[in-house]
């Protein structure tokens, strides 16, 4: 009897171990990298033209434009709703506090007047910024830290302000409170140090590190006080600061080096190696560039996987800043 019952209880083994690869290919299955080899087959080399362009203009827009994917993921998907403008109706994502400093929307309207000149209707806002995140990152590297970006990803009609504050990570947070943050949409916290890397580029504004630099202690005194001088404890709220202050235009390892000395300059950073669980990924990162390439590679790929709409959800809307 029991052999009896255990081959229905084998084959629903058997069964799920088939079907739940299949599932979950399903949900990836309708984005693909070559979504648009047909339908508009030069639109990646338009938008890697552009982003090129763009960050030789400026270096800084290539993190502004990786942010801005990050930031349209975790509200509520990868789904463009962080480049719709206010309506009449509501507040729109990009004007919520967390998203105050985000910029390099003129860059996404750029490239989409131009895709739109050349394939209409075709591509969505929400894959020009995974693939613009791509492009920015290889432009302030090398095309080994490149990765497929997956495509087919439809825009929102709506955006939540709500949703901005609530998903989106505070600097004050600490370990647990950012480990927790990205576990809720499904990252590891090994996950979670990679992509933090991202801090690699880009700058920060004195009101996210005022605290930290004067009332800190894990925190190297020199760098300390050379960052006061452009930060005052009263005032200068949006002065400027780099992320990571060893090579702030060229992504690499650089940052997680800066966290081992103490040189983290969010709250939220140097929180990865503050003694806790975290340190020992930090420690790995900084002396494995290649471990890092490739988990940074598979962890954007993930957050681009992030609830995308498909098949006949959302549109392609012509202007990213609003609905058609
Ligand atoms: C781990 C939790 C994170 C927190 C708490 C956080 C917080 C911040 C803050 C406060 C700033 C500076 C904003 C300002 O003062 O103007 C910033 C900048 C930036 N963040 Fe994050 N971030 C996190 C994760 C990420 C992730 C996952 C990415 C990308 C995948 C990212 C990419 C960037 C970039 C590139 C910049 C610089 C942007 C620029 O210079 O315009 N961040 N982040």
Redesign the pocket.
């Given at each position: 009897m029991a052999r009896y019952y255990s081959i229905p209880s084998n084959l629903t083994t058997i069964k799920f171990c088939l079907l739940f690869p299949l599932l979950v290919g399903m949900v990836s299955a309708q984005l693909s990298s070559d979504f648009y080899a047909t339908s508009c087959p030069n639109a990646l080399s338009t938008i890697k033209s552009a982003v090129e362009s763009a960050v030789s203009s400026e270096a800084?827009m290539g993190?502004?434009l990786?942010?801005l994917?990050?930031h349209d993921c975790f509200v509520n998907g990868c789904d463009a709703s962080v480049l719709l403008d206010d309506t009449t109706t509501g507040q729109g994502e990009k004007n919520a506090t967390p998203n105050a400093?985000l910029?390099g929307f003129e860059v996404i309207d750029t490239i989409k007047s131009k895709l739109e000149n050349l394939c209409p209707g075709v591509v969505s806002c929400a894959d020009i910024l995974a693939v613009v995140a791509r492009d920015s990152v290889v432009a302030l590297s090398a095309p080994i830290w490149s990765w497929p970006v997956d495509l087919g990803r439809r825009d929102s009609i709506t955006a939540s302000s709500a949703a901005v504050n609530s998903n989106i990570?505070?600097?004050t947070?600490d370990l647990s409170g950012?480990i927790n943050?990205?576990s809720y949409k499904g990252f590891t916290a090994k996950e979670?140090v990679a992509?933090?890397g991202?801090?690699t580029?880009?700058?920060?504004?004195c009101?996210?590190f005022r605290t930290r630099i004067y009332n800190e202690t894990n925190i190297d005194s020199s760098y300390a006080t050379s960052l006061k001088s452009n930060c005052p404890s009263t005032g200068g709220d949006s002065n400027l600061a780099p992320?990571d202050v060893t090579s702030p235009t060229s992504f690499d390892t650089a940052y997680y080096t800066n966290l081992i000395n103490k040189k983290g300059l969010?709250h939220?950073d140097q929180q990865l190696f503050s003694g806790g669980s975290t340190d020992s990924i930090v420690t790995n990162y900084s002396n494995n560039v290649g471990a890092l390439i490739t988990d940074f590679a598979n962890a954007?790929v993930k957050?681009g996987r992030l609830s995308p709409l498909t098949g006949t959800s959302g549109q392609i809307r012509k202007n990213c800043r609003k609905a058609n």
């Open positions: 800084r993190a502004s990786l942010r994917h990050f400093s910029r990570p505070s600097p947070l950012l943050a990205f979670m992509l933090s991202s801090h580029i880009g700058q920060a504004t009101g996210n992320l969010l939220s954007m957050m």
